[in-house]
């Protein structure tokens, strides 16, 4: 067997989180440092994977299997092919500048990092494995440490905003369970490999039709997808900085990601049948989460609701059911990712200084703070799809599969994008330009600390924007066997 | 005869008389005396049990039958009872001079349900039954007040009511096949199973188990019983009596065989089990109360697997025991040490408040073990489940499966709410809740053991499928 790169990955913030654990909590600095390395290691090797992923292979590659409760046909099985390859990068850049922007986190110190490795060792997991026991654990250990970081760390309305994100979550979990015992308990299944299932099982068109219905409302809970949405706005207001960071930037895409790798890869009749249905839900998220945007004053439900609206779009290059649309949706799920992590990076630390989200009470900060102000906008520019940004691409490929499919859903969806430009651009003008508000006199700019992750967010984003070769290369063919099997 | 046949129990026995034997000696020497003496007892009896294991056979003119099933569940009664003699250590609501008789009755009622798990005459069944019940009855009066003395009365009437309907109910199968074995019965079964009177004689018998396992419809006493006994008694009761009860179903159900009926009336039992249970504990402030609710929820999961009725079904039967055993330990380690930190035997919500910065181990263990009651990953309890429902979805019971993950997400409000108090709510005192040694160990036993079954249960899984094996074919 070869060099177990995937569960070194997933082992690099175990490891991290058990050395927390035995570390005494006042060495504080020590903690930061573990929770560091251990993440850069992950980040490191997630790197070194893209390199050495084979893009012209559209199968599973680096399977890693070892047989794990045996009777219940479970396997410890860990692949990965053009889906996830992208995903683990995300996770593992996100995870790394949330490390890093956390930095200052000063109440329990030692909780507040063993919690974070332990929800990304979650999210990881999820993304790399290819057995429905082993995705829905993982899946299940990331939700948790989410209560933990917003109940004990958050602010505004912490206590509902975290026992709802919760329940709503679990709630999916719960579909996601039931249709996972299901499908094993169909003739010819008895297994919980998902390549086993798929080349064994004949499921029948009335087994298709409920089990995607099912397993698609268990995954769209995560993906925020309208009308279970409601749970994801709050959430990210309550949580603090690095925690909203994974949440919008790596948790919400494992909802997607699952509708991609088990759902539809399992169902593709099922996903046929009910692919209407998941377009106008899409279009709901982009119109009413653009909407409800407009509408907020404070900068992290204004963040929070173009959450929603931009998952939308991703499910709307599911829905299309091509090659186009699903990679457009992929690349939206990654430079999505990228550009939430670095809106949310941005806030907390204007939180930080200025004690306040609400819009009324910012206003001139780019007088006193240029940089961070220049980050914040590019991160708008990114969320409004201005050509060279990550998004741009992302948003171009679904509207061009979306017009093609869905002719009348397109070209609403095209208008709605207008909406998003007017609430970005309103948020940025009423927080960073007009007159100086006095109380935010002494606000101070980032730091050469400060500055970094949030630097490596923006390079992402432009490279990818700048070169989406690179990563339409990496996708293609797993986007393209998906829909071909 | 094989002394290792019989070894937990004989040890038993001779502990039990000793223990008469000690409150000839003077009082002041006896209470000294007392701790030391029942500690290496419970160690002589877990050691005995572990030697015990491999052994098979028949005892007594084949009433009694010792097979890996019944030695596994040995193996666990003797756990729980060194984990509860650890525990009674810490408790403030079991005074010095009553000790004694404390841990007489608790013997008893562990021997019972030793015999309980290796019983199969209706008559030695019946003994050990009432041996154990009436044992848990008395310890459930063991604190002084009007209202524990309510709640074991609640206790002992509806315990006298469902062994009433197990005599009925084993008098009529009785009856119909002429023997009190029942292996005996078991061969007779299919022509049996023709007769109405049969099944009725089934259900009846089988409230008598449901009782043990607080499972609707004979789940009232629970909450009270749960609420007024002595944290440590209340901790016996909900683990060691649960255990002897899932051991004790196993056993009847794969002799007997599922007819239809029997399958809709358990499933029924099951759903509303699992719904009262989560429902009715979203509003406890009582954390015992809300345990005794959540174990009735339990009894509703353990059903399921149940009325699955295959290899795989009783197979996780038996794992989700042990898990349930191990999770709820640790919530009542918890529970016991937070009252013996306020002083106060019925702990409420808010007594828990700041656990995790008087005691952030203590914390840590409380968070684990309801989360795995609650079934998440990567616990054991969420293995455990993961693999009941999986069985139980096998045979088709896709509604009882969907009611019970759903039952899993409401059942996760409360657990959480403790999470909360203990995390989030400032303390009402600063000063730290020290743990004693043998305290840190257990904490440290348990906090292993709730992690590790949930990531690597193939060895017990194993474990279990050869004492199922042994039971019969499938």
Known sequence: MNFPILSTILLCPIVGLFLILLTPRKYENLIRWIALLSSSGALALSIYLCFIFDASNPSFQYVERIEWIKSYGIHYTNAVDGLNVSMLLLT?????????????????????????????????????????????????????????????????????????????????????????????????????????????????????DIL????????????????????????????????????????????????????????????????????????????????????????????GYSSVSHMGIVLLGIATMTTIGFNGALFQMFSHGVMTALFFACVGFIYDGCHTRMLDELGGLSKKAPVISAFFIIAGLCGLGLPGMGSF????????????????????????????????????????????????EHFKDLDLLQFFPRAILVACLIFFGIFPQVFINWIWLSTKSLLGG | MNLLLFLPETILLIFLTLLLCLTLLK????????????????????????????????????TYRIDLLSQGFKILLSLVFFFIFLLSGESVSIQKERRLEYFFFLSTATLGMMMITSSVNILTLYISLELSAYSLYLLSAFKQGRRDAEASVKYLIFGAATSGFFLWGFSLIAGLAGTTNLLEISKNVPVLITQPAFSLGLVFASFSFLFKLSGFPVHFWAPDVYESSATPVTAFIATASKAAAVAILIRILMLMGLTHAFVIILGTMAFISMTLGNTVALVQQ??????????????????????????????????????????????FMVTVLVAKASDHDNPQMAHFDGLADRSPFLALILLLSLLSLAGIPPLVGFTGKWILFSSAMDKGHWFLVLSGVLNSVVSLFYYLTIVKHAYLEKPKTNTPLVLSMPMKLLGLFLFCAIVFLGIFPNYFITFAQTAIQQLGAF
Not at chain 1, 274 to 302: E, F, H, P, S
Not at chain 1, 400 to 423: E, Q
């Open chain 1, 92 to 208: 593992g850049i996100v995870i790394f500048c949330g490390i890093l922007v956390s930095w200052s986190v000063t109440y329990r110190v030692k909780d507040f990092f063993a919690n974070m490795l332990f929800l990304v060792s979650g999210v990881f997991g999820v993304f790399m494995t290819t057995n429905l026991f082993f995705f829905f654990l993982f899946y299940e250990v990331a939700v948790i440490p989410m209560y933990l970081l917003i109940v004990i760390w958050g602010s505004t309305n912490k206590q509902y905003a975290a026992m709802k994100l919760t329940l709503y979550l679990l709630l999916g979990s719960a579909l996601m369970f039931a249709g996972f015992l299901y499908i094993y308990s169909l003739p010819g299944a008895h297994t919980f490999d998902l390549v086993t299932l798929k080349q064994n099982v004949v499921f029948t068109s009335q087994n298709q």
């Open chain 1, 212 to 303: 995607f219905l099912g397993l698609f409302l268990g995954f769209g809970v995560l993906a925020a997808c309208f009308p279970f949405h409601v749970w994801s706005p709050d959430g990210h207001v309550a949580a603090p900085t690095a925690a909203s960071m994974l949440h919008a930037g790596v948790l919400m895409k494992l909802g997607a990601y699952g509708i991609l790798r088990v759902a539809i890869y399992l169902l593709p009749q099922g996903a046929r049948h009910w692919a209407t249905m998941i377009a106008i839900l899409a279009l709901c998220n982009i119109v009413y989460g653009a909407m409800v945007a407009t509408q907020q004053r404070d900068l992290k439900y204004i963040i």
């Open chain 1, 393 to 440: 691409v992302a948003e171009l490929l679904v509207t061009i599969a979306a017009v093609k499919t869905y002719p009348v859903i397109g070209i609403t969806s095209i208008i709605a994008l207008l909406i998003t430009a007017y609430y970005v651009l309103t948020a940025v003008q009423k927080a960073f330009y007009g007159p100086l508000n006095p109380h935010h």
């Open chain 2, 27 to 62: 009082k002041e020497l006896t209470e000294k005396m007392l701790m030391p003496f029942v500690g290496s007892f419970a160690f002589v009896l877990l050691a005995a049990a572990f030697c015990s294991l491999r052994v098979s056979g028949d005892l007594f003119y084949s």
């Open chain 2, 286 to 331: 009582d954390v015992k109360r809300l345990l005794a609710y959540s174990s009735i929820a339990q009894a509703g999961y353990i059903l399921v697997g149940l009325l699955a009725g295959s290899f795989d079904g009783y197979t996780s039967c038996l794992f989700y025991a042990l898990a349930y055993v191990l999770m709820n330990a640790g919530a």
